[in-house]
């Protein structure tokens, strides 16, 4: 341990005698920390503590939660002294290494012992029933003497690793001890039953067992260039079979004639005969053990240049000697209450199960503590908002009512549901924070719309955030329209509803100089009553008279960060300090497994009924061959005066993926299929700016082009009632829910619709995909197959925000789901922040395992 981490040490230690007043130091303890870290290495144990604090620094930090920090910044620097101490050679080793190098004996002195004393063993900790004081730093805590070594590098560990296999390892993101155990396998191999020779299948993983009659270099390719291991093993009932291990001309020196051997594989065939090609194998009288063979054996994600046999071996090292290191920090009740395995079984059998059964045990317990973690996070968040303030108390509906009086046609069942629900939570001073779903077309923004309308009526103002500018101006005109019956906007956005005036404003990046002043005068005096906008609306700048209510389109771009500047616009309102409450809308329909982890802070309200007369679109699969049957349809739909989208998955062409880009397809269609038209095509890409692709939506939404060439930029929200007509070329390369999303950007207007599906070459999976889409109209149905045939990452196209990356568990485990997300909800209402001292162990864990889950991205 280097000099500056015990100085820090001695620091930290009277900064929390000092109560965490943050005064002992000038410049605060934080600029302390930036001067200590500035010549440190990656994953040093300083770096590490300055990870654990947030962006904003040990000054952001309430005085408990410096507290904890402290604790767990003096446990870390115990820990590694420990560690320091353990590798220290034997002082006589270091007294003869010194004398060798230096000519000298160097014999300690009194005083030096006196001031260097050898480190004494800690003897081993009695079980009391004692719990130890929450608020004093401890010389060793409970989880810290069994982990002792946990945290130790990997090249320190005793795996003989070369520097090479080591950097692989730190590529995984494998440095420490603790990493390599938690770094589980994705699937196993099955070779828990031993075959005869004589009784092997073709395609099939087997283990065999018997003797080297013959091992032998042999060079083959051409020129004999591939150096390569070739055997002759026979087993017992005197049958042989030849074996190969390719480019790896070594084993042959270490299988001599005679030696007994177990070898595991798929069996392939060569010249008529079966044989193996590369299997794992084991000598048994040197390694008995079923690392490679006859068990349950791990197959792990690797990197480039480490083969799966070094890794295997590494890890089950480092399990045999450090598994038993591992503390279980989840509470003796609940594990009891859900019959799981102890966390230290759980991770050996992960690994190297016994048994099938144990696997599923092992994986069961793991996936809880990822889940449980999840859920945590998320009911924590939403304890948070709920307590962040009171929030309006909305208890009159007659404009809103009204206003839906006046419509020309009645909502479902399903939209009055969800409205009562809505409703219902705002008759509290608990925010609202409720996740609206909707599929295309099913009739949200009327709901929400209801929603503004009461705010309205008892004084508040609303607000309606969208994502891009397109979609800012698309709902202010629906808004206006839907509210004044015209088809454009009323001057100045004056509406009146019921006898009762009010203004509609729209705010955005694009907003003229003028108009935008004049614009937020009118939001921070009171005289706009419903705002509709970009994320801008949350801005500094935008400051608001009575905000009641934020309604926010598309759930999957509005992070925590977001909500809690939304919070702050209301704690600063004039007059008053409360918090408005948050109807989230979502056209992308989520699974309710999904919708209980990544957005479990937020109620779930469903409309699952579509209003009647939607016209229908029609959805066809079309083969290579039949291609122009598509294109020859989009000529006929713009000579009927209506317009097209075609949607490509990328950007320029890639030799990797056989997809045609947008780029491309724009020429090609320009130049090719429709050069009469070569004007009316545009084009629509993320990597154009937002000004370019805000005229070319803009344009499309004129009129003034007939075909728009995109990519998946167009996937959420444009209404354009005049296209008919929508072809996804590389549609296998897209989930089905995105596809649904596209779909949905025709069938808007009077006129029937058509969606093809395009593919070049769709593998088995990709086929039942297009399959499956080309049937189902049903949001949900398909949003659910998404997520069982591709994973959750896929239901936006990529993954994206608050989507986790789970080790262990499954999205698809509903029932998995709901027990973890009781005793989240448990644990948070009965020890918000984890203090207890049965809780401390389970706070840290889940700590650190929301580093290793994708966060929402602010």
Same mark, same amino acid.
């Given at each position: 341990? !280097?000099?500056?981490?015990?100085?820090?040490?001695?620091?930290?230690?009277?900064?929390?005698?000092?109560? +965490?007043?943050?005064?002992?130091?000038?410049?605060?303890?934080?600029?302390?920390?930036? %001067?200590?870290?500035?010549?440190?290495?990656?994953?040093?144990?300083?770096?590490?503590?300055?990870?654990?604090?947030?962006?904003?620094?040990?000054?952001?930090?309430?005085?408990?939660?410096?507290?904890?920090?402290?604790?767990?910044?003096?446990?870390?620097?115990?820990?590694?002294?420990?560690?320091?101490?353990?590798?220290?050679?034997?002082?006589?080793?270091?007294?003869?290494?010194?004398?060798?190098?230096?000519?000298?004996?160097?014999?300690?002195?009194?005083?030096?012992?006196?001031?260097?004393?050898?480190?004494?063993?800690?003897?081993?900790?009695?079980?009391?029933?004692?719990?130890?004081?929450?608020?004093?730093?401890?010389?060793?805590?409970?989880?810290?003497?069994?982990?002792?070594?946990?945290?130790?590098?990997?090249?320190?560990?005793?795996?003989?690793?070369?520097?090479?296999?080591?950097?692989?390892?730190?590529?995984?993101?494998?440095?420490?001890?603790?990493?390599?155990?938690?770094?589980?396998?994705?699937?196993?191999?099955?070779?828990?039953?031993?075959?005869?020779?004589?009784? #092997?299948?073709?395609?099939?993983?087997?283990?065999?067992?018997?003797?080297?009659?013959?091992?032998?270099?042999?060079?083959?390719?051409?020129?004999?260039?591939?150096?390569?291991?070739?055997?002759?093993?026979?087993?017992?009932?005197?049958?042989?079979?030849? %074996?190969?291990?390719?480019?790896?001309?070594?084993?042959?020196?270490?299988?001599?004639?005679?030696?007994?051997?177990?070898?595991?594989?798929?069996?392939?065939?060569?010249?008529?005969?079966?044989?193996?090609?590369?299997?794992?194998?084991?000598?048994?009288?040197?390694?008995?053990?079923?690392?490679?063979?006859?068990?349950?054996?791990?197959? /792990?994600?690797?990197?480039?240049?480490?083969?799966?046999?070094?890794?295997?071996?590494?890890?089950?090292?480092?399990?045999?000697?450090?598994?038993?290191?591992?503390?279980?920090?989840?509470?003796?009740?609940?594990?009891?209450?859900?019959?799981?395995?102890?966390?230290?079984?759980?991770?050996?059998?992960?690994?190297?199960?016994?048994?099938?059964?144990?696997?599923?045990?092992?994986?069961?317990?793991?996936?809880?503590?990822?889940?449980?973690?999840?859920?945590?996070?998320?009911?924590?968040?939403?304890?948070?908002?709920?307590?962040?303030?009171?929030?309006?108390?909305?208890?009159?509906?007659?404009?809103?009512?009204?206003?839906?009086?006046?419509?020309?046609?009645?909502?479902?069942?399903?939209?009055?549901?969800?409205?009562?629900? %809505?409703?219902?939570?705002?008759?509290?001073?608990?925010?609202?924070?409720?996740?609206?779903?909707?599929?295309?077309?099913?009739?949200?923004?009327?709901?929400?719309?209801?929603?503004?309308?009461?705010?309205?009526?008892?004084?508040?103002?609303?607000?309606?955030?969208?994502?891009?500018?397109? #979609?800012?101006?698309?709902?202010?005109?629906?808004?206006?329209?839907?509210?004044?019956?015209?088809?454009?906007?009323?001057?100045?956005?004056?509406?009146?509803?019921?006898?009762?005036?009010?203004?509609?404003?729209?705010?955005?990046?694009?907003?003229? !100089?003028?108009?935008?002043?004049?614009?937020?005068?009118?939001?921070?005096?009171?005289?706009?009553?419903?705002?509709?906008?970009?994320?801008?609306?949350?801005?500094?700048?935008?400051?608001?008279?009575?905000?009641?209510?934020?309604?926010?389109?598309?759930?999957?771009?509005?992070?925590?960060?977001?909500?809690?500047?939304?919070?702050?616009?209301?704690?600063?309102?004039?007059?008053?300090?409360?918090?408005?409450?948050?109807?989230?809308? !979502? &056209?992308?329909?989520?699974?309710?497994?999904? &919708?209980?982890?990544?957005?479990?802070?937020?109620?779930? !309200?469903?409309?699952?009924?579509?209003?009647?007369?939607?016209?229908?679109?029609?959805?066809?699969?079309?083969?290579?061959?039949?291609?122009?049957?598509?294109?020859?349809?989009?000529?006929?739909?713009?000579?009927?005066?209506?317009?097209?989208?075609?949607?490509?998955?990328?950007?320029?062409?890639?030799?990797?993926?056989?997809?045609?880009?947008?780029?491309?397809?724009?020429?090609?269609?320009?130049?090719?299929? /429709?050069?009469?038209?070569?004007?009316?095509?545009?084009?629509?890409?993320?990597?154009?700016?937002?000004?370019?692709?805000?005229?070319?939506?803009?344009?499309?939404?004129?009129?003034?082009?007939?075909?728009?060439?995109?990519?998946?930029?167009?996937?959420?929200?444009?209404?354009?009632?005049?296209?008919?007509?929508?072809?996804?070329?590389?549609?296998?390369?897209?989930?089905?829910?995105?596809?649904?999303?596209?779909?949905?950007?025709?069938?808007?207007?009077?006129?029937?619709?058509?969606?093809?599906?395009?593919?070049?070459?769709?593998?088995?999976?990709?086929?039942?995909?297009?399959?499956?889409?080309?049937?189902?109209?049903?949001?949900?149905?398909?949003?659910?197959?998404?997520?069982?045939?591709?994973?959750?990452?896929?239901? /936006?196209?990529?993954?994206?925000?608050?989507?986790?990356?789970?080790?262990?568990?499954?999205?698809?485990?509903?029932?998995?789901?709901?027990?973890?997300?009781?005793?989240?909800?448990?644990?948070?209402?009965?020890?918000?922040?984890?203090?207890?001292?049965?809780?401390?162990?389970?706070? /840290?864990?889940?700590?650190?395992?929301?580093?290793?889950?994708? +966060?929402?991205?602010?």
């Amino acid at each position: 341990m !280097s000099a500056d981490l015990k100085q820090l040490g001695a620091v930290l230690t009277r900064e929390f005698e000092a109560g +965490a007043a943050d005064a002992l130091v000038e410049g605060g303890l934080d600029e302390l920390l930036r %001067v200590q870290a500035r010549d440190e290495q990656p994953n040093s144990p300083l770096l590490r503590m300055v990870a654990a604090l947030p962006p904003a620094g040990y000054r952001s930090l309430e005085t408990e939660d410096r507290r904890v920090w402290l604790r767990r910044a003096l446990a870390t620097i115990r820990r590694e002294d420990a560690l320091a101490a353990e590798s220290r050679p034997p002082r006589s080793t270091r007294a003869r290494n010194g004398s060798a190098a230096n000519g000298t004996s160097e014999a300690p002195t009194a005083a030096s012992r006196a001031k260097n004393p050898a480190p004494k063993k800690r003897p081993a900790a009695k079980k009391s029933g004692k719990k130890r004081a929450a608020d004093t730093p401890v010389t060793q805590t409970p989880a810290g003497s069994r982990q002792l070594g946990l945290e130790l590098p990997i090249a320190s560990a005793g795996t003989r690793l070369g520097k090479a296999n080591l950097t692989r390892l730190e590529k995984l993101g494998l440095n420490t001890v603790a990493d390599a155990l938690r770094h589980f396998p994705h699937r196993h191999q099955d070779f828990t039953q031993t075959v005869p020779i004589t009784h #092997l299948e073709v395609d099939r993983e087997q283990t065999i067992r018997g003797v080297v009659d013959r091992a032998r270099e042999i060079r083959m390719g051409r020129g004999g260039r591939m150096r390569s291991t070739e055997a002759t093993i026979s087993d017992e009932s005197g049958a042989s079979i030849r %074996v190969t291990w390719f480019n790896q001309p070594f084993i042959a020196k270490s299988l001599p004639t005679g030696t007994a051997i177990a070898v595991a594989g798929k069996v392939t065939v060569f010249r008529g005969r079966p044989t193996f090609q590369n299997p794992e194998f084991e000598r048994l009288e040197l390694n008995a053990d079923g690392t490679h063979t006859g068990r349950l054996v791990p197959v /792990y994600p690797l990197t480039s240049g480490l083969p799966q046999r070094t890794l295997r071996g590494v890890i089950a090292g480092l399990l045999d000697r450090y598994g038993d290191r591992l503390e279980d920090a989840l509470p003796t009740a609940i594990r009891e209450k859900h019959n799981l395995l102890d966390y230290a079984d759980a991770v050996r059998q992960i690994h190297y199960p016994e048994s099938q059964e144990q696997l599923a045990e092992a994986r069961r317990r793991l996936a809880f503590d990822e889940l449980l973690a999840i859920q945590v996070g998320v009911q924590t968040r939403k304890r948070e908002w709920q307590t962040s303030g009171d929030a309006p108390l909305v208890d009159d509906h007659s404009l809103a009512d009204g206003f839906l009086g006046t419509l020309p046609f009645a909502l479902t069942g399903a939209q009055e549901r969800v409205l009562r629900e %809505v409703r219902d939570d705002m008759a509290r001073t608990v925010p609202m924070s409720r996740l609206l779903e909707g599929d295309v077309g099913s009739g949200k923004t009327v709901v929400a719309l209801a929603a503004m309308l009461d705010l309205v009526a008892d004084g508040y103002q609303s607000v309606m955030m969208a994502p891009t500018e397109v #979609l800012a101006e698309q709902h202010f005109r629906t808004l206006c329209k839907l509210l004044s019956g015209e088809p454009e906007p009323p001057l100045n956005g004056m509406v009146q509803v019921g006898g009762q005036s009010f203004r509609i404003v729209l705010l955005t990046g694009s907003t003229k !100089s003028k108009q935008r002043k004049d614009a937020l005068d009118a939001i921070e005096h009171g005289g706009a009553q419903i705002i509709v906008g970009t994320h801008a609306l949350i801005q500094e700048s935008v400051k608001y008279h009575r905000l009641g209510l934020a309604v926010v389109d598309e759930q999957h771009r509005f992070g925590v960060m977001q909500r809690g500047e939304l919070r702050k616009r209301g704690a600063t309102a004039e007059g008053e300090s409360h918090t408005p409450h948050l109807l989230v809308m !979502s &056209a992308t329909p989520i699974p309710r497994s999904l &919708a209980l982890t990544v957005f479990g802070d937020l109620d779930l !309200s469903v409309i699952d009924e579509m209003p009647p007369g939607r016209t229908p679109i029609e959805t066809k699969w079309l083969t290579p061959i039949e291609r122009a049957t598509a294109f020859a349809h989009v000529r006929r739909e713009i000579e009927a005066g209506r317009q097209a989208f075609v949607i490509c998955p990328l950007v320029e062409d890639s030799a990797a993926v056989e997809s045609r880009a947008a780029t491309e397809e724009y020429e090609r269609l320009r130049t090719q299929e /429709y050069p009469d038209l070569h004007d009316r095509i545009a084009l629509l890409h993320g990597r154009m700016s937002s000004k370019d692709k805000d005229s070319v939506m803009r344009g499309f939404a004129a009129h003034e082009t007939d075909i728009l060439v995109s990519t998946a930029v167009v996937e959420v929200g444009i209404d354009i009632p005049n296209a008919t007509m929508m072809v996804i070329e590389g549609a296998d390369r897209f989930g089905l829910a995105q596809m649904h999303q596209f779909r949905g950007r025709v069938g808007r207007g009077e006129h029937a619709s058509t969606c093809y599906l395009l593919s070049d070459d769709p593998s088995e999976d990709a086929q039942e995909r297009l399959s499956v889409m080309e049937n189902t109209t049903d949001g949900f149905a398909l949003a659910q197959a998404d997520l069982e045939l591709r994973g959750p990452g896929d239901l /936006y196209g990529t993954a994206q925000s608050g989507v986790p990356t789970l080790r262990v568990a499954s999205l698809l485990d509903a029932q998995m789901i709901d027990a973890t997300r009781r005793e989240a909800e448990e644990l948070v209402a009965t020890d918000p922040d984890l203090k207890s001292p049965e809780h401390q162990a389970l706070r /840290y864990a889940i700590a650190e395992r929301a580093e290793n889950l994708v +966060a929402e991205q602010h």
